[in-house]
């Protein structure tokens, strides 16, 4: 286990290993994910209330649960980072940071695009819509506080601080909807209990919900990567990558 970890903070290993990761997993995500789209928009028949309208769901409850997990992710590498002052902890808070404010928009966005045709209006500062809406700007924090400083060793303790902070915000957009009166819906997908959603709309949304898991895994590979080859510019590994690539 500890060997693991080990080599979890090697820049070359690392690279080396999310490259094989992602040989595999994008091509298999972009087909779930055409997959999911394809079941959800084509074949799921229309809400016997909101008509086709519903099926932004397939979008917007995806997007939403994996910014939460996003953030759980930046959090947990921050802390990571504080504890054991591991850089490749840094490297994944940093790179998960652009990938969770993406996700949360699309999530803001799409709920929007819900919102007029279902309740009338683009936007209400509801408890959960507004605890979302904080989650983007914890995100887009952390990436302007990053950029805030030259010492990226300062920059990485800041963020990680406000990370573990922010984590305050997680619980309450989980159950805002519970905690006071809204207009969201609560979940439909529930693990105790039976769920509010017909199982014919129920499998193509944990599709997409998987299949947004894996876009973020990606994502946040290749944002490692790109991080990792930005700070080992002058490093022999580097080096040895940009000779390779200039002699096939």
């Not at 989650?135 to 920059?155: H, T, W």
Request: some cysteine; charged content about 10%; aromatic content about 14%.
């Amino acid at each position: 286990m500890w060997s693991f970890f080990h080599k979890l903070g090697s820049p070359p290993w690392l690279y080396s290993i999310s490259g094989v990761i992602l040989r595999w997993l994008l091509p298999i995500t972009l087909v779930a994910l055409a997959v999911g789209l394809a079941w959800s928009l084509l074949f799921t028949a229309p809400d016997f209330r909101q008509g086709n309208s519903y099926r932004i769901i397939y979008i917007h409850v995806p997007a939403a649960v994996v910014a939460l997990a996003g953030y759980y992710v930046m959090a947990i590498a921050g802390a990571i980072n504080l504890i054991w002052k591991m850089k490749m902890a840094d490297v994944a808070m940093r790179s998960a940071a652009s990938v969770g404010a993406a996700l949360t928009f699309i999530a803001l966005i799409t709920g929007a695009i819900w919102g007029k045709p279902t309740w009338g209006t683009w936007w209400v500062w509801d408890a959960r819509i507004t605890s979302m809406l904080i989650l983007l700007f914890l995100y887009l924090g952390v990436i302007a506080l990053y950029e805030a400083f030259d010492n990226k060793e300062a920059a990485g303790k800041a963020c990680a601080v406000l990370c573990l902070v922010g984590m305050v915000n997680i619980p309450i957009i989980y159950k805002s909807v519970d905690w006071w009166y809204s207009l969201h819906q609560p979940a439909s997908i529930k693990f105790t209990g039976d769920s509010t959603i017909d199982t014919s709309m129920l499998y193509p949304l944990l599709l997409m919900i998987v299949s947004f898991y894996a876009l973020f895994t990606c994502c946040l590979l290749m944002n490692m990567r790109a991080e990792l080859l930005q700070r080992g510019a002058r490093t022999s590994w580097v080096k040895k990558l940009a000779l390779a690539g200039k002699s096939v």
